[in-house]
């Protein structure tokens, strides 16, 4: 800040004027996630009576079945006592027999009524259900934006913007890039697997249907297998995206999440997968659980994948001041700084990331590597008391 004969320079003055938008802009945002999360609070009270109220009616409806059933049962004896007192000759047996199978129907008819009634509230409520649900998840979405955008907003732009970072705002860039370049990748993905197997299998049935209009059904049914075994191909795919996007299971530690990594790799390209983890790892906080499962995540997909290997194997080890981790494998290996210069060309952001993540987390990642000879990764981490 510099000042001249005690007059303020316009170097100040639009610094001053800069942090009173940066403190409306704040306040403003601020506004729009409060209100959103008390949006998000009343469609998950919304969400829990559509689910109450869906689950009445549910047994209401097998309720009316029954009664239907029922009804049903007794229309039919009905009209076989009718037929019986026909017989008979008895007149007013015969009208009173009558008279009861026609109450009979009618009861039944009511019960068929209830039961399509109850029918068309269940689905109902099942759309009503489904749109809670949808706004909940947009809602999560926009307040997770505008928190990022409030904690950009939090930096001191009234310092020399070559100034260097603090480590907070450091962990905000580095966690933006991550994102951005996770969502390239993703999407470059989608494109290459799933959505290039789907245009096929589009073809596929175009060519089905083709060979049933010339009534040629095995060339057709033999079309149709193909496009199955496409759709159950991108299906596992979609899976496996799903995944990465959104690790099931660490919430109950490294073990499930693991398991299920194994498993899935396993099945999409048949590396035989195994881990063992030393310690406690429900001991550590949710965040550095993800951040750690992610570099291990990251780590065997380039090893199933570019690296083909046949078997990768993945050692954790937590203990009270540091953890580690290895993944070792024995596919093709490659050169890793060419692999680090060459990164941003290709578009292939997965070692980039590794260590982006590496770093947010205060660790040490080292790659050993060489073309033919397999890759280890090993990642370091000072707990220090933080992550428990």
Same mark, same amino acid.
């Given at each position: 800040m510099y000042r001249m004969g005690g007059c303020t320079l316009p170097g100040e003055n639009f610094a001053l004027r800069l942090k009173e938008i940066?403190?409306?802009?704040?306040?403003?945002?601020?506004?729009?996630?409060?209100?959103?999360?008390?949006?998000?609070?009343?469609?998950?009270?919304?969400?829990?009576?559509?689910?109450?109220?869906?689950?009445?009616?549910?047994? +209401?409806?097998? /309720?009316?079945?029954? *009664?239907?059933? $029922?009804? @049903?049962?007794?229309?039919?004896?009905? #009209?076989? !006592?009718?037929?019986?007192?026909?017989?008979?000759?008895?007149?007013?047996?015969?009208?009173?027999?009558?008279?009861?199978?026609?109450?009979?129907?009618?009861?039944?008819?009511?019960? +068929?009524?209830? /039961?399509?009634?109850? *029918?068309?509230? $269940?689905? @109902?409520?099942?759309?009503?259900?489904? #749109?809670? !649900?949808?706004?909940?998840?947009?809602?999560?979405?926009?307040?997770?934006?505008?928190?990022?955008?409030?904690?950009?907003?939090?930096?001191?732009?009234?310092?020399d913007s070559a100034a260097p970072l603090s480590p907070r705002e450091e962990d905000i860039f580095t966690g933006l890039r991550l994102a951005e370049r996770e969502s390239i990748s993703l999407a470059r993905d989608l494109h290459d697997g799933p959505i290039q197997t789907f245009s096929a299998t589009g073809l596929m049935m175009d060519l089905a249907s083709e060979y049933l209009a010339r009534n040629d059904f095995e060339k057709a049914r033999l079309e149709l297998a193909r496009s199955r075994e496409n759709l159950a191909s991108a299906l596992s795919d979609f899976r496996s995206f799903l995944f990465q996007l959104n690790p099931s299971g660490l919430k109950e530690g490294l073990d499930v999440a693991l398991s299920r990594l194994a498993s899935q790799s396993g099945k999409v390209k048949g590396t035989e997968v195994r881990y063992a983890v030393e310690g406690r790892a429900d001991t550590l906080s949710l965040p550095l659980r993800t951040a750690v499962f992610k570099i291990i995540q990251q780590a065997v997909?380039?090893?199933?994948?570019?690296?083909?290997?046949?078997?990768?194997?993945?050692?954790?080890?937590?203990?009270?001041?540091?953890?580690?981790?290895?993944?070792?494998?024995?596919?093709?290996?490659?050169?890793?700084?060419?692999?680090?210069?060459?990164a941003s060309a290709r578009g292939s952001w997965g070692l980039v990331n590794m260590e982006a993540r590496a770093q947010t987390i205060r660790g040490e990642l080292s790659i050993e590597s060489e073309p033919g000879r397999g890759t280890v990764v090993s990642l370091t981490v000072p707990l220090n008391g933080r992550g428990k």
């Open positions: 940066q403190d409306k802009v704040s306040e403003s945002l601020q506004f729009s996630i409060d209100s959103i999360s008390a949006l998000r609070e009343d469609e998950r009270q919304r969400l829990d009576e559509i689910r109450s109220r869906r689950e009445v009616v549910q047994k +209401e409806i097998k /309720e009316a079945i029954a *009664s239907v059933d $029922r009804a @049903e049962k007794e229309y039919r004896n009905s #009209r076989l !006592e009718l037929l019986a007192a026909s017989r008979t000759g008895n007149e007013q047996a015969e009208k009173e027999t009558y008279e009861k199978a026609m109450a009979l129907m009618k009861a039944r008819g009511a019960c +068929e009524e209830r /039961e399509k009634f109850l *029918s068309g509230q $269940r689905e @109902e409520l099942a759309r009503e259900e489904r #749109r809670c !649900e949808k706004m909940i998840a947009r809602s999560e979405e926009m307040g997770n934006r505008f928190r990022i955008a409030l904690n950009m907003l939090s930096f001191d732009f009234s310092e997909l380039n090893a199933v994948g570019s690296g083909r290997a046949g078997k990768v194997r993945i050692a954790v080890s937590i203990g009270k001041e540091v953890l580690r981790v290895k993944v070792a494998d024995d596919g093709v290996g490659f050169d890793v700084e060419k692999e680090r210069r060459e």
